[in-house]
Nanobody, 125 residues
Framework: QVQLVESGGGLVQPGGSLRLSCVDSGSMFSSNAMGWYRQAPGKERELVAAVSSGGSTKYADSVKGRFTISRENAKNSVYLQMNSLKPEDTAVYYC???????????????????WGKGTLVTVSS
């Protein structure tokens, strides 16, 4: 069973940094791919970053070079380091468990219906 709990959101000024954490209390963490999604007011939920069970990663174009996803299997945890934050990064961020494949050097992430409750990130001066 997968149970995800996010933390680390908050208010930050443009250009600042935050680190989001997600802990999975289930027993299948190391075999799952993990993803971070976000949903801004009035917009659809979008995939921000994903990491496979083997450590391959992918990022949305809007966050490449600014965000870094990582996982620590010994702690059943996945992280999202967010640097150079912009007002348009303001959203509720959700942790997700899924599956992933790597084809021709690219990671394809398929989220399953396992979600945390989300953590709010607000970027504003």
């Amino acid at each position: 069973q997968v149970q995800l709990v996010e933390s680390g959101g908050g208010l930050v000024q443009p250009g600042g940094s935050l680190r989001l954490s997600c802990v999975d209390s289930g027993s299948m963490f190391s075999s799952n791919a993990m993803g971070w999604y976000r949903q801004a007011p009035g917009k659809e939920r979008e995939l921000v970053a994903a990491v496979s069970s083997g450590g391959s990663t992918k990022y949305a174009d809007s966050v490449k070079g600014r965000f870094t996803i990582s996982r620590e299997n010994a702690k059943n945890s996945v992280y999202l380091q967010m640097n150079s934050l912009k007002p348009e990064d303001t959203a509720v961020y959700y942790c997700n468990a899924g599956r992933a494949t790597v084809r021709f050097g690219s990671l394809y992430y398929y989220g399953m219906d396992y979600w945390g409750k989300g953590t709010l990130v607000t970027v504003s001066s």
